[in-house]
T-cell receptor, first 115, second 109 residues
């Protein structure tokens, strides 16, 4: 089945650092990918929809200048958390619809810890 | 975004027992999905439901898409220790997917 790869799986860095997270579709093309954030013991909250070749669509309350999304190719979307602060520490997960409108397949997530 | 109402929040059961969890929404969805998430990993799809009234099984798992399109349930029969994890329901209209808060399942051997 369709596989989504996410990298890195864990990041620990100092406050003020910008962090880039990659999401790749391994055996299929994804014109659309989704970025979620998950706080401990909570559900997944959609942050933004990444669209290949056009601007991302952000959910209400998500700062687009803080969370930069680039969908440069049909198999890669990146999320950059700019000038990260401790409150940005969270589990970030990407997903993409699979072949023939299959349900979304998720990456393994990136745990971001800002000191 | 809109969230689904998933219950129960957590369950502690003995190995071999059956489990039932459900999700309700005030809005209609075209697709209902059930995912399982292990600690530190992304959700993995268990069952996808595409038609109102549909009942689908995947091994010991059975899920149904409610007739009103506003609810779904997931049953796990004869639970085993590896069933431990968090189960999320999700309702989707095309690629717009919303999640329940999750049901945390603990299975005692």
């Amino acid at each position: 089945g369709a596989v989504v790869s996410q990298h890195p799986s864990w990041v620990i860095c100092k406050s003020g650092t910008s962090v880039k997270i990659e999401c790749r579709s391994l055996d299929f093309q994804a014109t659309t990918m989704f970025w979620y954030r998950q706080f401990p013991k909570q559900s997944l909250m959609l942050m933004a929809t990444s669209n290949e070749g056009s601007k991302a669509t952000y959910e209400q309350g998500v700062e687009k200048d803080k969370f930069l999304i680039n969908h440069a190719s049909l198999t890669l979307s990146t999320l950059t958390v700019t000038s990260a602060h401790p409150e940005d520490s969270s589990f970030y997960i990407c997903s993409a619809p699979g072949h023939w409108n299959e349900p979304q397949h998720f990456g393994d997530g990136t745990r971001l810890s800002i000191l | 975004g809109q969230q689904l109402n998933q219950s129960p929040q957590s369950m502690f059961i003995q190995e071999g027992e059956d489990v039932s969890m459900n999700c309700t929404s005030s809005s209609i969805f075209n697709t209902w999905l059930w995912y399982k998430q292990d600690p530190g990993e992304g959700p993995v799809l268990l069952i996808a439901l595409y038609k109102a009234g549909e009942l689908t099984s995947n091994g010991r798992l059975t899920a149904q898409f409610g007739i009103t399109r506003k609810d779904s349930f997931l049953n796990i029969s004869a639970s085993i220790p590896s069933d431990v994890g968090i189960y999320f329901c999700a309702g989707a209209n095309n690629n717009d997917m919303r999640f329940g808060a999750g049901t945390r399942l603990t299975v005692k051997p």
